[in-house]
């Protein structure tokens, strides 16, 4: 079956460019997870959504990043006036169940968005 | 929130060689798992290993939840096994995946 789809691949920005980052989850999964990755770094949270919920957003570094996933399906991650300390890979997870409470389940990663911001 | 501390940091092995890496947490987790992050960026997941021993090919992971660690072995390493290997585990009360800085592992013909 189809595992977790990110678009673009790679997006190259001029700094202050709003950049829009798509994530389309395994069918079926609740959970839905954003991180970020800088280069020789391990991934850092950015947020979670359960269903349409966003249900954690500590992890956003600033009030330019902006998530959503309007259906409890597809998500996209919004990046306003992007700085060049935005460069990252940008990776989506989904699982399968919910969190915090309830059973857990194995998080599957996309292949990530490389952003670059010159 | 949950830290993460693996090691070595780095590792160099020669084709044919074992190895083992190491992955300690600051508190108790669930879900924990093991990733390997090819070159071209990919996170693949290894194993989903709360606790207890499994076996996949000529990978083992072992969690012992209890002293808050996991190993993950490398048996006859091949050069396709190169790359980053991260754990990462997550706090029961919170929603997120905390993940180590990662193995790099170079395995050379």
């Known amino acids: 079956g189809a595992g977790v789809s990110q678009s673009p691949r790679y997006k190259v920005a001029k700094r202050g460019q709003d950049v829009a980052l798509r994530c389309d989850p395994i069918s079926g999964h609740v959970s839905l997870f954003w991180y970020q990755q800088a280069l020789g770094q391990g991934p850092e949270f950015l947020t979670y959504?359960?269903?349409?919920?966003?249900?954690?957003k500590s992890g956003l570094p600033s009030d330019r990043f902006f998530a959503e996933r309007p259906e409890g399906s597809v998500s996209t991650l919004k990046i306003q006036r992007t700085q060049q300390e935005d460069s990252a890979v940008y990776l989506c997870a989904s699982s399968l169940e919910r969190f915090r409470g309830h059973p857990n389940s194995p998080l599957h990663f996309g292949n990530g968005t490389r952003l670059t911001v010159t | 929130g949950i830290q993460v501390e693996q090691s070595p940091p780095d590792l160099i092995l020669q084709e044919g060689a074992n190895s083992t890496l190491r992955c300690n947490f600051s508190d108790s987790v669930n879900n924990l798992q093991w990733f390997h992050q090819n070159p071209w960026g990919q996170l693949i997941n290894l194993f989903y290993?709360?606790?207890g021993t499994k076996q996949n090919g000529r990978l083992s992971a072992t969690t012992v939840a209890t002293e808050r660690y996991s190993l993950l072995y490398i048996s006859s390493s091949q050069t396709t096994d190169s790359g980053v290997y991260f754990c990462?585990?997550?706090?029961?009360?919170?929603?997120?995946?905390?993940f180590g800085a990662g193995t790099t592992v170079t395995v050379r013909a």
């Open positions: 290993i709360p606790s």
């Open positions: 959504f359960q269903n349409e919920a966003q249900l954690d």
């Open positions: 990462a585990g997550r706090d029961p009360n919170d929603y997120k995946l905390s």
